[in-house]
Structures are given as C-alpha cells and as structure tokens.
C-alpha cells in the first residue's frame, strides 16, 4: 500500500495511533467533563487514594500523546496496562463481563489491556518519531 511499509507496519501504526486517541479522549473526558477535582473524588468514593486520580490522567495524557507520536511505543503500552487492569478491579469487575451491563463490566478494558499487550509486540509501526530497531 505505501512504498517501503509492510502491512504489519501499517497495521502496529493503526492501533497505536487509534489506542492514543482513545487514551486522549479519556484524559479530555476526566479534565473537561468530570474535572480533575471530580476524579479525584470519584477516585476517593471507590476507596482509592485521591492522588491515584493525577496518576492516571497523568498517564492517560501523556500516554495518549507518545503512542500518537510513536515515542516509546512498546513501553508506554506495557506501562499503561496496570491502569486497564486497575479499572477492570475497580470499578467494572463487579459490574460483570459485558460492558452493557449498568456500571460497564470488565469487557472494554479487558480488550484494551489485550491490545496494548499486542501494541507492545508488534512496536512502533509506520509513521513514529521513534521507530524502534526490532
């Protein structure tokens, strides 16, 4: 399809620049909707430390913005894993598996956990200011 570029490529750089919006979207969504001071208070209602809240928008952002730009690719999915998982232990596991169900199970962030790990194997993809060597 583009000179020089496998399909492989084309495909690592699909998911991690569409995985980085998604992340961006989630930041944007706890800054400009929620608040910052509303996560933090939502954060501190599941029995979690209030601080946590900065941590994960934090790596939301910043997360989102490198897997966009192709910087660091394999280790910035694998660091932004534990934030799926934490999310699958608190608040959607007890909310079942389908993302459906009221409160939004664990589904979704299962699946994105997964594909961060694939992410991580796959590495930059085309069209990153970073290109690994593999």
């Known amino acids: 399809m583009v000179e020089g570029v496998t ?8 998911l991690r620049f569409s995985m980085g919006v998604l ?3 989630h930041a944007g969504l706890k800054i400009f909707i929620f608040t ?3 996560t933090v208070a939502y954060f501190g209602s599941l029995g979690l430390p209030g601080g946590l809240a900065y941590l994960v928008l934090g790596a939301e952002l910043l997360g989102g913005i490198a897997l966009i730009l192709g910087l660091w690719t394999r280790w910035v999915s694998l ?5 799926l998982l ?8 007890a909310a079942g598996f389908f993302f459906s ?7 979704f962030p299962m699946f994105w ?3 961060l790990i694939v992410q991580a194997l796959l590495g930059d993809g ?3 200011l970073k290109r690994a060597r593999d």
């Open 7 to 14: 399909n492989a490529d084309l495909a690592a750089a699909i």
């Open 23 to 25: 992340f961006l979207a």
């Open 36 to 38: 910052p001071a509303g």
């Open 79 to 83: 660091a932004l894993v534990p934030i």
């Open 86 to 93: 934490g999310s699958i232990y608190t608040p959607h596991g």
């Open 101 to 107: 169900n009221e409160g939004g199970g664990w589904e």
């Open 113 to 115: 956990a997964i594909t």
């Open 126 to 128: 085309a069209f990153s």
